[in-house]
């Protein structure tokens, strides 16, 4: 198939894993004789500083017009990089708002999975990683307080910041469905998370997830409270098969949950809207300290790359090669820095990269 | 001293471990020459089966008259439980929320530690757990999405519902200062949480507690983003101090801090306002399950009764007493069911309270 893919590389480590990531499509573009049209776009730091903004129109217009969106990072250091010293709605961290808005990704998915053989590497103790865990985080992406109304203001004299957590049926709905669909390919359980014991907009999560559940019989459908799921992911992750919740929710749960892996330099993602347009991008970020130095870990670009051609190209035969191949990689003892461990080979960047592209 | 304590029984497990508490200020009123003044207060699912309400105006007097007032927990199980077939405003949790606002309880402190003698229940490794950690979260209480407009309407025939979080710099200030104040008899560091990336609210709430923080030359001030706090809080505990956020992101990184102690039943609270007058509760809930078979741990309540001592009655060497007692019971192998392991000795609720009071 003919597929036009945007690659975005942003700021930090964000170059080089996209290289990778881009080498290793390029493999499976050969191998299954598609062909992938390649447009890079500018977005984050490296966008403001050509252009002063996150993100331009133009760039925007590439990705709408793609198949498919691949990212690396955006972002610096906040303490010390000139991406932040300007207003917040020209920081490196606009960009990837505004495209998930202007692209409409409602549904973010990141899946949050312990790599048997990188379980040393789990925080947690191995009574509780023992029993493994393998969940996917569906957070919704384009409501709630991130695109509510916002203002800051004085009010008699006393400045005031208000921030708007908005949430309407439809926005529920459809990110519900993706969960439950999702679900309804794995372990056929879902737990959304709201705090239905506050909120009205959790009360009306609460009752539209229900609604759509009933279309769904072979699902189970638990509701848990926002508090108590940050301390189960804790406890017992392994309870989890997909997760359900709000952006604001899913922002501060979906990196809990990688943490909890212990390898958050696996962990893809995918955002996904109404038609078959994705952006995909790693779970980490664009970790500036390392950038340049050949050494970040790219599988989890490279896996965001597979989520790619199977969400978003209808690939599964291509995703499926790719992700064999990093568990090859992984299982005959190959890794990055980040993951690295005593007895097994250490790569940089590059050599992850061609090992993987090797084993496909 | 002379001193007004309102109890709070509340649901579930609540009069059994208030009873302790109760059982151990007694010990200590008696040891040291003081009156204390006891009247009891309902709040929650109780008040619910007696007035239709979680909190009566009546009861929110006796608390204003006091000069502290201790709470069990209320609530019951969500999902099959009278008290929430009704509005959410009349549902136990009201109550909680009520008298917050009413007591103006703007701060709560919640300290998470590992206490030694019990960190095999941590669910860290022990590569993280042996640093050891202990931390006071800081939660603003009052404000927020917990106390801004709410509404559900159908806009154009479609369920909309929106929730409001609103910071004056006044609010900040003053919970900000609270923090300050507490690291400094600590270990002088101020873990700020945030989402300034995003929220007006919080690019405020940093601005503000920069300001502060100018008035405390001593203290470090850090800043993180609430989604980094909750992946520090595993990986790495041991760098908190003082974490000092607003009233969500604390309801959410307060709970994943305590099961990260694996000792929940341990674990004390202090809501306070600008006078001395503060409400102390035990971290966990009313645990519905193991009402009234005498089991659950009441050390959280006692060791709330000890706050309660230090913050609202200056009584600190009698907070002392307290907890010096209850390390020994710990120390001498006396555990609750929650904390049991092979070897120690096992106490009832009543049997716990009794040992700790025989220390004092
Ligand atoms: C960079 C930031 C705005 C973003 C978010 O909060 O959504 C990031 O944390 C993420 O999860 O992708
Ligand atoms: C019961 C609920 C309203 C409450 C809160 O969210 O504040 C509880 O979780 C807490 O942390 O005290």
Redesign the interface.
């Known amino acids: 198939m003919k597929a036009k893919i945007a690659l975005i590389n942003g700021d930090g480590i964000g170059p080089e894993i996209v290289r990778e990531a881009k080498k290793v499509l390029e493999t499976i573009e050969k191998k299954y004789g598609h062909e992938f049209i390649f447009t890079d776009i500018d977005m984050g730091g490296c966008s403001i500083d050509k252009y002063g903004v996150p993100l331009t129109d133009e760039a925007i217009e590439i990705a709408k017009r793609s198949d498919a969106v691949l990212l690396g990072a955006v972002g610096g250091n906040?303490g010390n990089s000139r991406w932040y010293d300007i207003a917040?709605n020209l920081?490196p961290?606009a960009g990837l708002?505004k495209i998930r808005k202007e692209l409409g990704l409602f549904a973010n998915l990141r899946p949050a999975l312990l790599y048997k053989e990188l379980a040393d590497a789990?925080?947690?103790?191995?009574e509780?990683s023992k029993a493994g865990f393998d969940m996917v985080i569906v957070r919704e992406l384009t409501g709630g307080?991130?695109f509510?109304d916002?203002?800051?203001k004085e009010?008699d004299g006393?400045?005031?910041?208000?921030?708007?957590?908005?949430?309407?049926?439809?926005e529920i709905r459809r990110v519900a469905k993706v969960a439950f669909d999702i679900a309804s390919k794995r372990r056929k359980k879902v737990i959304s998370v709201d705090?239905a014991?506050?909120?009205?907009?959790s009360?009306?999560?609460r009752n539209?997830v229900e609604e759509v559940a009933k279309e769904y019989k072979d699902i189970t459908l638990e509701?848990m409270l926002?508090?108590?799921a940050?301390?189960q992911?804790?406890?017992n992750p392994a309870q989890f098969d997909v997760v359900l919740t709000e952006n604001?929710?899913g922002?501060?749960?979906?990196?809990?949950a990688?943490?909890?892996t212990g390898s958050i330099g696996m962990l893809s993602s995918a955002s996904l809207n109404e038609s078959k347009l994705g952006l995909y991008e790693p779970s980490h970020g664009s970790a500036p300290d390392i950038a340049g130095k050949n050494i970040a870990n790219p599988i989890a670009t490279i896996l965001s790359a597979a989520m790619l051609l199977r969400y978003s190209l209808g690939l599964d035969k291509e995703a499926d090669n790719i992700e064999k191949a990093v568990g090859k990689a992984l299982k005959d003892g190959f890794r990055t820095a980040d993951i690295y461990t005593e007895g097994m080979t250490k790569l940089t960047t590059t050599e992850m990269g061609d090992k993987i592209v090797e084993y496909i």
Do not use: Q
Request: contains cysteine; proline residues 3%; hydrophobic residues 45%.
């Open positions: 906040v917040p920081r961290e708002l789990c925080p947690l103790k191995t509780i307080l991130y509510g916002r203002y800051t009010i006393v400045r005031t910041a208000v921030d708007t957590l908005v949430y309407n049926e439809n705090k014991n506050v909120l009205d907009s009360r009306l999560w539209v509701h926002v508090d108590n940050a301390m992911l804790v406890m604001m929710f922002d501060i749960l979906s990196d809990e990688s943490m909890i």
